[in-house]
Structure formats: C-alpha cells, structure tokens
T-cell receptor
C-alpha cells in the first residue's frame, strides 16, 4: 500500500521569506499523481498544486512550486514570498492512477507565518 | 468558480442516532468521494462513488455507513447508530473524471460531526 510521510509536524517562516515543506512517499507504481492541499483554520481543503509523475518538469503555481524527485520518492513544496494568509496545515497526498481512486494523505505540516 | 458545498457545517448528535451528511458536488463532476479526518489525525479515505454505485471503499467504511445520490445534485453519507469514535470532520470531494487533467479532487468545506 502506498504511504505518504511528512516528517515536519510544524514549520515557521518569516513573512516574505521562503519555506520548504517536505514529503516522501512509498509506492511500487510508476505513474501516479501527487498533490499539496492547504487546510486553513476554516478547515476547507484547498488544492495548492499537483504533479503528474510522468512529467519531469516541476509544477509551479505562482508563489508555490514543487521539487519532485521521482527516484528518491520525494515531493517537497516551496512557498516563496510567504504571506500571512499562507498560515495553514499543509497536506501532501498521493493518488494512484491504476488501482483505485482514493487518495493517501500525509499527517500534515502546520505552517506558521510570522509578521 | 464552482465549489463543492456541504451541509450542515456542524452536526451534533447523540450516540446511537443516525445522521445524514449532505454534499453538493460540482455540477459537471461524475466521481464523488467521502473522507474523514479525526481531530489531529490524517485525512482518511472512506468511499468513492460513480454511476450510482460505490466504486471503492476503505476498511473504515463498514455496514454502519452508506452513500446515496438521491437526486441529480446531492450526494449523501449516512451513518447509522453513531458511535463516539465517529466524531470527526467529514469531507466530500468530487472530480470530473478519472482521466489525466480531469481527475483532480476538489474538496468541500467539511461537516464537523460531534457524537455525544
């Protein structure tokens, strides 16, 4: 079974600085999807960015980018120019392309942004 | 931008009662999901639903749970005879399809279920 590990329960960053959140996963599949979701205090899960494993190019969405290392099974999220509104719980998630359509989530990293 | 909506935002119930959590997926989406997040724990997959039937379910989704799409817009999760350990945030999600570029799951805001 696929597992997703987020080794940083909490991270903090100064406003306008850059922070990187780590995620590793375990799978025997060759094609799959990876996601980062943001969960602010309102508890809504918001899609931040997605990466398809067959694509070598790292996904980017404005201030959010990923460092996808397929061989190392690593999928880190970089947030540039951090803003107060970025403060939230961030979940890394894996979704199989072949076997099922559920997603496996990591335990989450709570990001604090200091003014 | 279209959103997944869920009602109620918070449901309080007595142990042993039945609850129905409601979701309205994004209108052109065909795949629907329920997830659960016990406070302080991971988000866990419960069930996926397509073409009016369950396509996948986890070991959590036992006979206590059922899902239904009673009409063209709502997608419901019913929990029979609730237990204290059912207290959690329940998220509904939907995706357009399963193919590349259409399978991103969009989540609703969640329903907080409290079982007393």
């Amino acid at each position: 079974a696929q597992t997703v590990t987020q080794s940083q329960p909490e991270m903090s960053v100064q406003e306008a600085e850059t922070v990187t959140l780590s995620c590793t996963y375990d799978t025997s599949e060759s094609d799959y999807y990876l996601f980062w979701y943001k969960q602010p205090p309102s508890r809504q899960m918001i899609l931040v960015i997605r990466q398809e494993a067959y694509k070598q190019q790292n996904a980017t969405e404005n201030r959010f980018s990923v460092n996808f290392q397929k061989a190392a099974k690593s999928f880190s999220l970089k947030i540039s120019d951090s803003q107060l509104g970025d403060a939230a719980m961030y979940f890394c998630a894996y979704r199989s392309l072949y076997n099922n359509n559920d997603m496996r989530f990591g335990a989450g990293t709570r990001l604090t942004v200091k003014p | 931008e279209p959103e997944v909506t869920q009602t109620p935002s918070h449901q309080v119930t007595q142990m042993g009662q039945e609850v129905i959590l409601r979701c309205v997926p994004i209108s052109n989406h065909l795949y629907f999901y329920w997830y659960r997040q016990i406070l302080g724990q991971k988000v866990e997959f419960l069930v996926s639903f397509y073409n009016n039937e369950i396509s996948e379910k986890s070991e959590i989704f036992d006979d206590q749970f059922s899902v239904e799409r009673p009409d063209g817009s709502n997608f419901t999760l019913k929990i029979r005879s609730t237990k204290l350990e059912d207290s959690a945030m329940y998220f509904c999600a939907s995706s357009e399809a399963l193919g590349r570029g259409t399978d991103t799951q969009y989540f609703g805001p969640g329903t907080r279920l409290t079982v007393l």
